[in-house]
């Protein structure tokens, strides 16, 4: 396992020459990102999701009502024992044959069957309450982590010449609000990971694992070989188009259709410009 660890953390492969990781190691004089500091995010993580909860219970449902979003679930499917085990252990979209199969023995007609199959698929679907109090989450958090990183990164001389991201590069010590910055950004990115298996599922749900394991993983590596400076100038730009999404869908579970077209629109401008235009480019 040692050699395996030597392997992988080859300095040749991580540091540029003559950078070794020791000349990173925190001293009395600066303080510089060590691995260690990674394992903070769990701890957090955890916090963030309990934080949600309460957020999501005493403020976004209480918001949603009183903007009239639809509280209750679609229409409940009659229990049925023959059906129900037919929809939970073999199929939930049932063919010509064994609907046929299923009217014979129940004395039902094909169609009714058909509505009680939709209705039961139906009944898996998430209320617009729990998807508009999830979506009100994240624009909250978005909105918060944004808003900090503008007011940190307007401090920092790497915001607009970004050359400063590497001058001096790796001997750049680790700021208190870059750290903060970092380790609470890992962290939301932990919860949802986590927390995906709790949330709605929705036809993404396994791209959408995927894109956190890399965002995790991006930040995590980024941390321990320093490369600070330019991470938290892509977290803002990448958190801006975040935010306007998370409106966008907030107003269509509200049935304000313009504007929620207004928002999607918005959207769709600040991601082409900023991931399609300002990142790649500049």
């Known amino acids: 396992m040692a050699g395996i660890l030597a392997w992988f953390w080859n300095e040749r ?15 009395e004089e600066a303080a510089f990102p060590q691995a260690e500091d990674l394992y903070l995010a769990f701890p957090l993580a955890f916090c963030i999701f309990m934080i ?12 949603a009502l009183g903007l009239k979003v639809q509280a209750n679930g679609p229409q409940k499917a009659q229990p049925n024992a023959i059906l129900e085990k037919v929809f939970t252990a073999i199929t939930k979209h049932p063919d010509e044959k064994r609907l046929e199969g299923l009217s014979k023995q129940l004395d039902w007609d094909v169609r009714s069957i058909q509505r009680w199959f939709r209705q039961r698929r139906n009944q898996e679907k998430p209320s617009t309450l729990r998807k508009f109090c999830e979506s009100m989450w994240r624009f909250t958090f978005y909105l918060y982590i944004f808003t900090y990183g503008v007011r940190f990164l307007k401090k920092t001389p790497w915001l607009w010449n970004t050359r400063q991201c590497w001058s001096g590069y790796p001997n750049q010590p680790l700021m208190p609000d870059l750290h903060y910055y970092y380790i609470v950004e890992l962290s939301f990115y932990w919860s949802l990971m986590f927390s995906q298996f709790v949330d709605v599922k929705r036809k ?20 321990v070989t320093n490369l600070t400076r330019v991470g938290t100038l892509i977290l803002c730009l990448h958190d801006a188009a975040d935010i306007v ?3 966008a869908k907030m107003a269509n579970y509200c049935k304000c259709q313009k504007l929620s077209d207004l928002l ?10 900023s991931r399609l235009g300002i990142y790649p480019l500049w």
């Open 245 to 247: 999404l998370e409106a």
């Open 13 to 27: 492969f991580w540091l540029p020459h003559n950078v070794t990781w020791a000349d990173l190691q925190s001293t």
């Open 204 to 223: 993404d749900f396994g791209i959408m694992f995927t894109h956190h394991i890399v965002a995790v993983t991006l930040i995590s590596f980024s941390y």
């Open 52 to 63: 949600r909860l309460l957020f999501e219970r005493f403020i976004a449902k209480p918001c």
């Open 264 to 273: 999607f629109l918005t959207f769709a401008v600040v991601f082409i410009v």
